[in-house]
């Protein structure tokens, strides 16, 4: 991937070292619930209807950390960098998108940290991975979870690395839309089976968001390098529920999904990256995503 000479985000809080704030724990419905929404937006309806109650609030309630790094690792510092420029080119990527559609992009922002976190969806450990909380609306990355990536996951390349900060900010772009809150809202009125099925459409959704940001920065920007493309569908199919399962159970309980079979995942992913359009997006509309 072309990454070295791309703008760096001012959107990255560098927690690491710091050990997490532990206290003040907030419970919450966790990152992968959601409804079937979004597309009203992109068919003729003014989108400050849909954008009003998630985007009309400029100030973040959670503002800003600046938290002074711990002792880092050289090779950490150059994952930071990294994840800092693929940010950026996600804020230019996503804010062109929304103003082609009369809507303004509020840019989310991103928190490296070692170990343990405090945010506001409550105390998180590396173990969970990298995740999106919608009420700080913030993406919270580990960066050890890299390595985890490379060797546990076998899904090594520096595109890999982007597609999951890409899949993230997906759900920030969900979450914009007022997709996650009101699917949440759903996912009470049903049964736990019928819950994980919405929490996979939103988890395929945001692999389709990601392959549109890999497409449009693409054609802006020509980021992409012979084998990326093959690095980010080998890494979607690598952490598929069906992959992950059958590693840890030798077994696989597709009733348990909440994030989508490696087939899937690949294929939504790949729907976003071969279109480039959002409204190709729309897994919640279709009888099996």
């Not at 976003?272 to 959002?278: A, E, K, S, W």
Request: aromatic share 8%; with cysteine; glycine share 10%.
């Amino acid at each position: 991937m072309r990454w070295q000479f791309g703008r760096r985000s001012n959107n990255v809080e560098d927690q690491r070292g710091s050990g997490g704030i532990p206290g003040g724990m907030v419970v919450s419905g966790g990152i992968g619930t959601v409804i079937l929404a979004l597309i009203a937006m992109f068919l003729g309806v003014d989108p400050s209807i849909i954008l009003n109650g998630a985007v009309s609030v400029n100030n973040n309630p959670y503002p800003a950390q600046n938290t002074a790094p711990g002792q880092t690792s050289p090779r950490e510092d150059k994952l930071a960098d990294f994840v800092s420029v693929v940010l950026a080119d996600t804020e230019d990527t996503w804010s062109q998108i929304f103003r082609e559609n009369g809507a303004v992009y509020q840019e989310p922002r991103l928190v490296l940290f070692s170990g343990t976190v405090q945010s506001a969806c409550g105390y998180a450990q590396a173990a969970m991975g990298p995740f999106y909380c919608p009420a700080d609306r913030k993406v919270y990355i580990d960066l050890s979870f890299y390595q985890d990536l490379k060797t546990r996951h076998n899904s090594p390349g520096d595109f890999a690395q982007a597609y999951v900060v890409a899949h993230e900010i997906g759900h920030h772009v969900q979450n914009l839309l007022g997709i996650s809150s009101k699917v949440q809202s759903l996912q009470k009125q049903v049964g736990e089976v019928k819950a994980n099925q919405l929490s996979v459409r939103l988890e395929l959704q945001a692999d389709c968001f990601a392959g549109v940001w890999a497409n449009r920065a693409d054609r802006e920007r020509q980021i992409i390098e012979s084998g990326d493309v093959e690095e980010a569908l080998n890494a979607a199919s690598n952490i598929g529920d069906d992959r992950l399962q059958s590693q840890a159970r030798g077994y696989v309980v597709p009733d348990s999904f909440t994030h989508g079979s490696s087939a899937q995942r690949v294929r939504w992913f790949r729907k976003g990256l071969q279109t480039g359009d959002i409204n190709q997006c729309d897994t919640f509309s279709v009888a099996k995503p």
